[in-house]
Structures are given as C-alpha cells and as structure tokens.
C-alpha cells in the first residue's frame, strides 16, 4: 500500500511538473456575448473556438506554446467596453481578437494602447477603429468601401434612383455607413433620404411607410441584429414594394430565418459565402457535434461571415507570434505590420498607415424566402 502511495505521489508530483514546465500564450477575446450584437459577437468567437480546438498550439522561436483563449464580454455596450478591455490587460494577454460593433472598439482601444497590447479587429469596419493610432489592427473592409459598394449595387443592378437610410440614433456604424452610401448614391445621380431611430426602438412601421411615401426603391438599414430582424418582419406584413439592404451585420441565420416565407428581398455586403469547402464542411461538422456552440450559432449550421472571419482572425494572431518569435505583445505588434497570410476568407496583409487589410472586393448575397437560405449573388468592387 505504501509503495502504491508513493507511486501515486510520484505521478501527481511529475504532473504537476509538466503543468508548471508548460508554455502558454493567452490570446484575449474581447467580444459581445451580451447585449444587441451578442449573437453577432458569438458567432465571431465561434470561428476562434473552432480555429482553437484545429491548431491549440503554436511554435514561438523554439518552442511549443498552448494557446488559451482569455474571454471578456463587453456586453455590445461602450459604458462596458472599458471593464472588459481591462480585464484582457490584467489577463495579460499577448494580442486581442475582436470586437463585433466599431463604437464598442473604439470605446476600449485606448487601454489597450496604454498596455502596449495590439488588438486585430475582426468585423469592426468604421474608419476610426484604426484611424490615428498604430495598435489596431483589422482584417476586414471598412465602410467607406461596404458603403460604396452597395451604393453601386442598389444604383446599377437594382436601378434604383430613390433611396431610404435608416440606422439608430448615436451608433458610429449606423451612421457611418449611411454617410458613405449616401454620399456614393448621389455622386451616381440617385436621391437618398436619411432617418435615425432611438435605441430600444421596436416598431418601424412608420419608417417604412414614409419610405414608400417618398417613392424609396431601396431601404437600405445596416443595423444591428436586434432591429434588421423586426425592420423585415414589420416589412413583410406591411408588404413593402422595395428591397431590404444591409452591411455585413445582417449577413445572420437570424436575418435568413425572418425573410423565409415572406416576399421581401433582403440583399446584403459581406466577407464570405460558404462553398462547400475544407472549412465549411469541418465548422458544420464542429457545430454538429457540439451542442453550445450549435445554440451559439443560432440553432443551426448555416455558416456566418463573422464565424470565418473570426476562423481567420485566430490564425493571424497566431501569424503574427510566430513572426515575432516572442509573446511580449510589443513585439507581437511590431510584427503585425509585416503578417501575411492566406485566409478562408481571402489574402490577409495590412496597408503601412492604419493597419487596415487590403481588400478590395466584397461578397453579394440575397436570401432565398423559399428556403431560408444565403444565396449568392456576386463578387463586388468599386469600380
């Protein structure tokens, strides 16, 4: 019994020696689960997880480090932004993943830059996230390109020569978006009219008759989760006679799941169109197999942008350790200026002013209200 116990004391004593030998790289998340873009948030943090559980281990200069995922809600909110952002920096983490929403970006960026800690934003596309400082980073468009885009689009593929703003009173990327799309729509020629609802609003029946009063042929709404949803549900039972455009927040199951069954037409800009790839066939089969991260991805296996974009995300924070050949987030940041790689969502590298990626094409789609589904429609650029 005594050489069992000591046999067992042993074993515990060389386990606890490999656990404390073991190297560990904390990579922050910094991400809504909570609030209006919480499904959105979850669905960012669902391609990091699936991303985390493929590769849980990186090579920095000579050795192999597992890489742990450090969560803090922000809670879709600019008040809670600064608690979770100081809760990555007391996690020390060596680089930061997120955030869904550009105003709760911009809202926790500072304490980053104090910490000297890099953030790579993953879906946040308002100019200012990166603007002026040289520790934010991001891997998606922004939307002075969405807006343009989808000014195009509305004007040269739909023929539309009116069209209605909306977005929610005091929200940067509500707002921005609709300035950038507005100001592409009249340089084609066409007429935009621009409105704002206040937050918490939920009944935009009046938005969409003034709409239709003012002879709108595209209702363009590039809000958040919480309101695209009732914005097409209210469309529907008011029978509009115009389109449903958004930016890359509508691209949802939630959105897809509203429009089946309705005659409204719901177009969209985003990042990625599943195509039956290595990664889209491995991610379904992930959500299949697990339970939460099937709740957390709205209930079914329909592949979001935000998902492959946080998929992507993971795998430059990793890009960039390697390049750095240390996990000091200093020299994690210095080497994000240089990281390159090829995503699942296209070619990733940073321009040299803001750290923006360069992209320089957006992805169409339009739900299918016989099935529910995202169907593509066509690769879009500027010109």
């Known amino acids: ?7 067992v004391l042993a074993f515990c004593m060389m386990a606890s020696a490999a656990l404390a030998a073991e190297k560990v790289v904390r990579i922050g998340v910094f991400e809504p689960a909570s609030g209006d873009s919480g ?20 090579k920095i200069g000579d050795e192999i480090y597992k890489v742990e995922l450090v969560y803090a809600d ?12 100081q809760q990555l920096v007391a996690s020390h983490v060596s680089v930061i993943l997120g955030t869904y929403g550009s105003a709760v970006a911009i809202a926790g960026s500072q304490y980053f830059a104090d910490a000297g800690i890099p953030a790579i934003g993953v879906t946040c596309t308002n100019p200012q996230v990166t603007a002026g400082n040289k520790h934010y980073f991001r891997i998606c468009f922004l939307d002075p390109f969405q807006g343009t885009v989808l000014a195009n689009y509305a004007y040269k593929n739909l023929g539309a020569k009116t069209a209605y703003c909306l977005g929610e009173l005091g929200n940067d990327y509500d ?24 937050t918490g609003n939920s009944d935009f029946t009046s938005y969409l008759t003034n709409a239709a009063m003012y002879g709108a042929e595209a209702f363009f709404c590039p809000v958040s989760l919480a309101y695209s949803t009732q914005i097409i549900a209210q469309a529907a039972g008011q029978n509009v006679p115009f389109p449903i455009i958004g930016g890359d927040t509508l691209d949802s199951n939630k959105v897809a799941e509203v429009t089946k069954g309705t005659n409204v037409k719901v177009i969209v800009s985003t990042f990625y169109q599943e195509s039956g790839s290595a990664f889209d066939k491995g991610f379904k089969a992930w959500l299949n ?26 795998y430059t924070a990793l890009a960039a350790l390697q390049l750095a ?14 990281t390159k790689l090829t995503g699942v969502t296209g070619e990733i590298a940073f ?7 360069l992209r320089d094409s957006a992805f169409i789609k339009s739900v299918n209200p016989k099935t529910g589904e995202w169907e593509f429609v066509a690769v879009q650029k500027v010109n």
């Open 351 to 357: 321009d040299q002013v803001n750290g923006d990626a």
């Open 175 to 198: 707002i921005g978006l609709c300035h950038y799309f507005k100001e592409a729509f009249e340089k084609l020629g066409g007429k935009v009219i621009t409105d704002t609802f206040p």
């Open 39 to 58: 499904a959105g948030g979850k669905q960012e943090m669902l391609g990091m997880q699936y991303a985390n559980k493929k590769t849980p281990t990186v």
């Open 289 to 314: 197999e697990d339970k939460e991260a099937m709740t957390n991805n709205g209930g079914n296996d329909m592949i979001s942008a935000m998902s492959a974009m946080g998929y992507d995300a993971y």
């Open 325 to 338: 050949g240390s996990t000091d987030s200093r020299k994690v940041n210095e080497a994000l200026w240089q």
């Open 1 to 7: 019994m005594k050489k069992l116990a000591a046999a």
């Open 74 to 85: 922000n809670g879709s909110s600019t008040d809670k932004a600064p608690t979770a952002a």
